[in-house]
């Protein structure tokens, strides 16, 4: 199961967010989203558990739990929506 976690602390890196979420079961990925150009995080990231009940259990545990005085928002996380071809 995919899970969106918001309003990270800009300082968290990808072996913080899956620290994070260990306690909640088997971690598959951990990802915190940076900006291309800058290098800075954009506060939020995207982990996948490896069962339903796991993500669940992230979700309840995380949702709203305060992380360097942030407090962080955890769902299930929205297919990527294709992106169509590019005009030239």
């Known amino acids: ?3 969106f976690i918001g309003n990270l602390p800009y300082n968290m890196n990808d072996t913080e967010l899956n620290t994070l979420c260990t306690p909640f079961g088997d971690v598959v990925s951990a990802k915190v989203i940076t900006d291309h150009f800058s290098g800075q995080t954009k506060g ?3 982990v996948e558990m490896s069962s ?3 993500g ?3 979700m309840e545990g995380l949702n ?3 992380v360097s005085h942030r407090k962080l ?3 299930e996380a929205k297919p990527q929506k294709k992106k169509g071809a ?3």
């Open 1 to 3: 199961m995919k899970l």
């Open 44 to 46: 939020f990231g995207f």
């Open 52 to 54: 339903r009940p796991e």
């Open 56 to 58: 669940h259990k992230v």
């Open 64 to 66: 709203g739990t305060e």
């Open 73 to 75: 928002i955890c769902n």
């Open 86 to 88: 590019r005009r030239r």
